[in-house]
């Protein structure tokens, strides 16, 4: 994929409403005339001839455009350069454009970056960079001491613990755990006696062989700093949620998070900035002690640069040398596949594609995008790359043009003016219900949605999730949630949908029920948390959409799509897939024959067909010379099918 050339393209905020709901395939003077959009300098014929997916427009707001500025219709050649600005009303400049002297719509538009890319960069700064904004905002609150609790992952904790407290003028005093056995005499004594090493009962007699756990040691220190804090000193705690011994909040209280619990709201004047990861849950009575809670996820497409201005994290988070490597990157495209990474998950991706393409000094953004893709896969377990494509699935062309469009909006929806960006949230698709017989392929077109979005896939059982545990299910529902955001673009498909998704029950004496209930919940939290610019789409597959919970069926959260069994023309495509795949030949009219003699036949069933033909031809050797044999051979193998199907129906009936 070379990179996709930049166009100064110059319109209204309709203008670009309208260009962003044209079609990927659509040429690109046609999509850009139709739009009403003028260029900031003429079309070369080459640009001409592209579609409208294979540049990078850079918008100009039409107000901002001085009236001697020369401006070009989409269908001007290049060869006529002669400027058109007396062909359109002309548009008065705003003070500030005036004051800024002639507009950058005058000539090709600089990259996005005039400011230079790092030449090296380490995860420290990576991270302070890219949450320059988040830093501030957090050292503010410290500089009126205020408390601060920061959700956010481990792996950038240690690189903004110290640098927030700095940089809000303060002395930051951090917990750390003493070594196993190393005892504080000092604080010992103050206690009177009884410190962590000392036994209850042993009238002040310390064990100092006795084992101390890492969250005793730390309790104790946490005890001896709150007692020693100072004016102008901010007390760091970087694992709170362990020191609360990863509750779930629900019973009551352990003695860990009853003895933290005490200790923090002893010292209420006390300065505090703590951590915990998205993962584990603080009990809400703990996080109460703190003034403002702020959560820190994925990267920002734009990030603080040099003077203030904000620059795409593309620019900011890749090095000259990494940039001369992937030849291509886009800062759109790049930063779809980066949204949900942590900026020191991102210079690790960075550095595992420098290695895997390390003999390989032509490589493309394509190169860079599938090799983030494999290194994210690598993060959880569960997430996969897909290898089934809309083609690959025969029939459903009504479900699969739907499909494409609303993956179309999820694309397009980036583009649109900064004054619609309150509308992306409900603009972009966040999840689909696939309902239908079974066997009729509903797993294979999520997987084919997620090849659309190039992105991952976990396939996860209803059942999976239930545990008899309470709140266990809810922590494996926002687990999962969470590394689809680290993976996007993401799809998560939730199999035997409605064994997690139920009509909620109000009674109050139904223990399953109410688990059932809260599970629920958590679905319906994690997806009202969508980010518009973090692709991911959740889709549940089920064939009783009858008792699916109302609420996941609004419009805003999953749309439904019946995927019945295929009709005759259907299952021909479908025929001619699956023929092609297992090197059958059905020419000569057998491939209409078998679609007419299938009536009721699934997408799986078709395939069963194909398989033990393979079987049979290839591997047992069964004579098929010629289309008779071929035929009889189907034949045989249909009414085994056949036969096979009407026992099952027969079974289901008998009982």
Not at 72 to 90: E, H, I, L, N, T
Not at 115 to 137: F, G, I, K, S
Not at 321 to 328: I, L, M, Y
């Amino acid at each position: 994929m070379t990179r996709r050339p930049r166009l100064s393209v110059i319109g209204s905020a309709d203008a670009r409403r309208l260009l962003a709901g044209c079609h990927e395939d659509t040429p690109l003077t046609e999509a850009l005339a139709g739009s009403g959009c003028l260029l900031g300098q003429p079309l070369s014929a080459d640009l001409a001839a592209l579609p409208l997916r294979a540049i990078q427009p850079d918008w100009i707001d039409i107000a901002a455009v001085r009236p001697d500025t020369p401006v070009y219709f989409p269908s001007v050649p290049a060869g006529a350069s002669v400027p058109v600005a007396d062909q359109r009303p002309r548009v008065e400049p705003t003070a500030a454009v005036a004051a800024a002297g002639p507009s950058p719509a005058s000539s090709a538009p600089a990259e996005p970056a005039s400011v230079a890319r790092p030449v090296d960069l380490t995860p420290e700064t990576a991270t302070q960079v890219a949450y320059r904004h988040d830093v501030n905002e957090v050292a503010a609150f410290l500089r009126a001491d205020l408390s601060v609790l920061v959700i956010c992952e481990k792996a950038v904790v240690r690189y903004l613990a110290e640098h927030m407290v700095r940089t809000a003028g303060r002395e930051p005093r951090v917990i750390q755990a003493s070594p196993a056995g190393e005892i504080d005499t000092e604080a010992d004594a103050d206690d009177g006696g009884r410190g962590a090493g000392t036994a209850p009962g042993a009238g002040g007699l310390a064990l100092f062989n006795a084992p101390v756990s890492m969250g005793q040691r730390e309790m104790t220190q946490l005890r001896d700093e709150l007692r020693a804090l100072k004016e102008l000193q901010v007390l760091i705690i970087p694992h709170l949620d362990l020191l609360a011994g990863g509750a779930e909040g629900f019973g009551p209280a352990s003695t860990d998070v009853r003895e933290l619990t005490e200790l923090l709201y002893a010292s209420p004047e006390a300065v505090i900035l703590a951590f915990a990861d998205p993962s584990l849950t603080i009990p809400e009575v703990l996080a109460a002690r703190f003034s403002r809670r702020l959560s820190i996820e994925g990267t920002d497409r734009m990030v603080p640069g040099p003077g203030g201005t904000a620059i795409p994290v593309e620019r900011a988070l890749i090095t000259e040398a990494e940039a001369d490597r992937f030849r291509g990157i886009d800062d759109t495209d790049f930063y779809k596949h980066v949204a949900g990474l942590n900026p020191v998950r991102i210079r690790q991706a960075m550095r595992y594609a420098m290695l895997v393409h390390e003999s390989k000094p032509r490589a493309t953004a394509s190169d860079l995008h599938d090799t983030i893709r494999t290194f994210k896969s690598h993060l959880a377990t569960g997430f996969q790359i897909p290898d089934t494509t809309f083609d690959q699935i025969g029939g459903y062309e009504d479900v699969k043009q739907e499909l494409r469009e609303a993956l179309h909006i999820m694309a397009q929806v980036q583009h649109l003016p900064e004054e619609d960006g309150k509308l992306k949230s409900s603009l972009v698709p966040r999840g689909f219900i696939f309902h239908g017989p079974a066997g009729t392929g509903k797993t294979l077109l999520a997987k084919a949605v997620a090849s659309e979005m190039r992105g991952t896939i976990q396939v996860v059982s209803g059942p999976e999730l239930t545990s008899k545990w309470v709140g266990e299910g809810e922590r494996k529902v926002r687990d999962l949630f969470a590394e689809a955001r680290r993976n996007a673009p993401s799809v998560i498909v939730f199999d035997e949908f409605d064994s997690i998704a139920t009509r909620r029950s109000s009674s109050a004496d139904d223990g399953g029920s109410r688990a059932a209930n809260a599970m629920v919940a958590q679905i319906l939290t994690e997806m009202d948390g969508f980010r518009p610019e973090v692709p991911m789409i959740v889709i549940g597959t089920t064939n009783r959409l009858d008792i699916i919970d109302p609420a996941l069926l609004r419009p805003s959260r999953f749309r439904s799509f019946h995927v019945s069994l295929p009709d005759e023309d259907a299952r021909l495509q479908i025929i001619r897939v699956h023929a092609a795949a297992h090197r059958i030949d059905v020419g000569g009219g057998l491939a209409e024959a078998i679609a007419k003699g299938t009536e009721g036949w699934n997408g799986d069933e078709l395939r069963s067909l194909f398989r033990n033909a393979y079987v049979a031809k290839w591997l047992r050797h069964v004579p098929a010379d010629d289309p008779s044999d071929l035929a009889r051979l189907l034949a045989t193998l249909a009414a085994e099918i056949g036969r096979s199907k009407e026992g099952q129906h027969v079974s289901r009936g008998g009982h």
